[in-house]
């Protein structure tokens, strides 16, 4: 341990990677058992970032000179996974970095000015057409330049960035919170929406253009109670059936008849037709008259046949029963038997 303090300036002595996420992980153990979160940030490939918000991020941040000579050393910490846990909250940052030993990182940001943000808001308004396009960067070249543009945008620049590490280096930006600052850039491809809550900022309000545009035609596609007629005043009003089938009441049955008792004459007679009704011809045949009556014997005979033609249409075409039919035969035979005296009598005179 001399030969480094002399040597070195007092700094420990290198330990190899692999040692180092070893103990990280176990530290990261011991946290989880004591039930805190634990959210490492994990590198695929050489590239730190993929999507439009974690690249306008790195970008971001190498854009400033302040931060140029410790960023490299930053890049490798989070490529070989020493950053082993990284929460982002509203306006704060807090990390743990495995190097030498554990160290923790705390960096603060500011919010973003409402003068600013009321800007933005007012450059992308009705540009921004949905939160999915919104979160998956899908934006137009305009809105695009917005967002990023340098101390105008949504990334802070670094006199709003506090930064604090418990590793011994006194650099303002230590290849620790440099790692940090590389894993919030990498955490934006998960989600994108950290950014506006890092910056204590709604999203939502730049597409609340057009959520009050769909507001709007949902309102007016709403239909009006009180001034929709329903479709028995249609029908009223313009004398037709609107309803729909299934719509309809269902029609009660008809009730049925009481059986009647045998032997019982029909009494029910129907309502007699109008005399300008031609009376229709009944199908009785009728027995021929006797041979050589006179013009009044036949007279007679057309009036008789005529009102029992009128009595048979004026009964209700109800079935007669056997008795009934009797009755009506015997009566026939009377009125049938007068008629062939009254015509007789002339002829022996």
Request: aromatic letters at 6%.
């Amino acid at each position: 341990m001399g030969w480094y303090d002399d040597n070195y300036g007092g700094f420990p002595p290198y330990v190899p990677v692999a040692e180092r996420r070893r103990r990280a992980m176990a530290e990261m153990e011991k946290r989880r058992k004591k039930g805190l979160p634990v959210s490492p940030v994990t590198i695929n490939g050489r590239n730190i970032a993929h999507s439009f918000w974690g690249k306008a991020w790195c970008d971001n941040l190498e854009s400033y000179s302040d931060f140029s000579n410790r960023l490299p050393r930053g890049r490798t910490y989070v490529r070989n996974g020493s950053v082993v846990h990284l929460d982002i909250a509203p306006g704060r940052i807090e990390a743990y970095v495995s190097g030498s030993e554990l160290y923790k990182v705390e960096i603060t940001i500011d919010p973003l000015p409402a003068s600013r943000w009321k800007a933005i808001k007012a450059e992308c308004a009705g540009q921004v057409g949905s939160l999915i396009e919104l979160l998956q960067g899908k934006l137009s070249k305009g809105v695009m330049e917005v967002v990023t543009r340098k101390g105008t945008g949504l990334f802070p620049s670094p006199r709003e960035i506090r930064l604090k590490c418990s590793c011994p280096d006194g650099a303002y930006l230590c290849k620790h919170l440099a790692a940090v600052m590389y894993g919030i850039g990498a955490r934006l491809d998960e989600s994108p929406d950290l950014l506006f809550l890092l910056r204590k900022v709604d999203h939502l309000e730049l597409i609340a253009g057009a959520v009050e545009g769909s507001a709007v035609a949902a309102e007016v596609d709403r239909p009006r109670g009180k001034k929709t007629l329903a479709a028995g005043d249609l029908s009223d009003v313009f004398g037709i059936d609107l309803s729909d089938d299934e719509d309809d009441e269902t029609v009660a049955p008809p009730k049925p008849a009481k059986p009647r008792a045998k032997g019982a004459t029909a009494t029910t007679k129907s309502k007699p037709k109008a005399a300008s009704k031609p009376t229709p011809k009944t199908t009785a045949k009728t027995e021929p008259a006797a041979r050589g009556p006179s013009r009044s014997t036949t007279a007679t005979s057309r009036k008789a046949k005529a009102a029992t033609a009128a009595k048979s249409t004026a009964k209700t075409p109800a079935a007669k029963t056997p008795a009934a039919k009797a009755k009506a035969a015997k009566s026939s035979a009377k009125r049938k038997a007068a008629a062939r005296k009254k015509a007789t009598k002339p002829a022996t005179a």
